[in-house]
């Protein structure tokens, strides 16, 4: 199939775009002895956690347990969990991973601990726990050392549990490394080992190095990247793998065109790039509005653009996002399909 028969909108995955970016990414971790974690919020598919994992990952990051679960379905044996996890079902669930695979988690507050301590009791098969901490993002995470110490000293203390080390999701800030280091001073200070410190976020993947003391590295979005990205200095949009295929359905002024891709397929996030897409071809294209089904676009910079019923390809503000909307993707080299993919862990938000 070619793309251009494709029915619309449609999900496509340009595989030699998302194959040189996993090796650059993979090229950069090997010469920096800085092993990945590679995050699969953003591709959702088993296969290219594989194919991260055959080039030199040690394992992928998941963010709730339902992408978990589909990935060690699918055969993958080392995953770390990024959220806190409440609540008696989800325990059970993480159990249950815990009994197939090698599965860590973190946790950034006492009840959380406590959780873990009442679920998991077998000192022969500890659960590895790490503590979250903000490292400025403003999000999850201890504020202090002194916050990081009372939490490794729950973990460490309970028969069931091991406490790894620390987590961090880090804004782009060269205060980050010392703020970790604060933290695992703390906690070593007190006799209790900091084996792991992770961080991640693919806006700082090449200069992820540069931050003292991590030991592993979990960017997500460089598989595909994205407008935002971009923006933040992630490579050119000629990396973007992941683009929306979408058909010009209106054309109401010679100003204006209207597309079959609304905010359903889009998503509706805003990045520091004008509009909600680029436009691939037609760079003076700007999407100016989405709503549920349509995409509205400026064209009147454009010195040509698409007739009613002809198709343009969208390079997504936020690819994330995307893929989850999408129940499967078209993968792409050139301008020939070469398979459709189910996105096995769409939906997986619990």
Same mark, same amino acid.
């Given at each position: ?80 969990? =990024?959220?806190?996890?409440?609540? =008696? ?78 987590? =961090? ?170 398979? =459709? ?10």
């Amino acid at each position: 199939m070619k793309i251009a028969d494709v029915e619309t909108p449609a999900l496509l995955i340009d595989l030699d775009r998302a194959e040189a970016n996993m090796k650059r990414a993979q090229d950069y971790a090997d010469a920096h002895d800085l092993p990945l974690r590679p995050h699969i919020k953003t591709h959702r598919l088993p296969r290219f956690a594989k194919a991260q994992i055959t080039l030199g990952a040690r394992g992928i990051t998941c963010q709730k347990l339902g992408e978990a679960e589909v990935m060690a379905d699918a055969g993958i044996a080392d995953i770390l969990v =990024t959220y806190n996890i409440l609540g =008696t079902a989800k325990l059970d669930r993480l159990a249950d991973l815990h009994a197939r695979i090698r599965i860590a988690v973190v946790a950034d507050n006492a009840p959380v601990i406590e959780g873990y301590q009442a679920r998991f009791d077998d000192p022969d098969h500890p659960l590895g726990v790490m503590v979250e901490c903000d490292t400025g993002a403003g999000r999850n995470g201890v504020q202090t050392p002194e916050e990081a110490l009372v939490l490794a000293r729950m973990i460490d203390a309970a028969p069931g549990l091991r406490f790894l080390g620390l987590m =961090t999701y880090p804004p782009r800030d060269d205060r980050v490394g010392a703020r970790l280091a604060g933290m695992k001073e703390a906690i070593e200070a007190d006799g209790i080992a900091v084996r792991e410190i992770s961080s991640g976020g693919s806006p700082g993947l090449y200069s992820a190095h540069e931050t003292a003391g991590i030991t592993e590295y979990r960017p997500g979005t460089y598989i595909y990247s994205d407008r935002m990205q971009v923006a933040a200095g992630l490579g050119t949009l000629e990396d973007c793998a992941l683009s929306v295929l979408a058909t010009v359905v209106s054309r109401p002024t010679a100003e204006r065109a209207v597309l079959d891709a609304g905010s359903k397929a889009l998503a509706a996030d805003l990045s520091a790039l004008p509009g909600h897409g680029h436009v691939m071809g037609h760079p003076d294209a700007v999407l100016t509005g989405l709503s549920e089904e349509h995409a509205v676009v400026d064209i009147s910079a454009c010195k040509d653009f698409p007739a009613i019923g002809e198709k343009v390809r969208i390079v997504p503000n936020h690819a994330c996002v995307v893929t989850n909307l999408f129940d499967s993707a078209r993968m792409i080299r050139g301008s020939g399909v070469e398979e =459709t993919v189910r996105i096995a862990a769409r939906g997986c938000s619990q």
